[in-house]
């Protein structure tokens, strides 16, 4: 009996292929510029993340964990540093369309799991806060977005913040 390889399936019509991303991110801590970490500011915050977008580092990861997972790329070959339309931009607004790329490839979103390496200000005091808003964005339940904070014990870029 002819077995059906894998590769002669169509990947998206295989049935209940979960697929896993993994996303990375890293911004420089600058004054004068406002902390966005998953759609949620840190108003208190000495120093915020520079970028051409809000520089929403966290959000940035995932979107690219979720193009990486879908086999669509990364998020700078979707939304370049260089064009004026993304200055400044919302990045829930971006990963909104990365959504809409995934379900255009009967692709969809179901747990997220982030980590946060900075050494302050704190996550904890936001992180119900910062599940909720990407809950909200990524439409699912906030037990299915996962959000860890670590330092770096005063190692390396993330231990001079
Ligand atoms: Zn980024």
Redesign the pocket.
Known sequence: MPRTRMSDVPANDAPSVTRSGLGW?S?RLVAGRPLILGGVSFPDAELGLE?HSD?D?LT?AIIDALLGAAGLGDIGGHFPDDDDAHKDADSLKLLGQVLGALSAERLRVVHIDATVLMERPKLAPRRDAIRDRLAQALALDRRCVNVKASTGEGMGFVGRR
Do not use: L, Q
Request: proline share 0%; hydrophobic share 35%; net charge negative.
């Open positions: 991110d911004h970028g520089a580092v940035h």
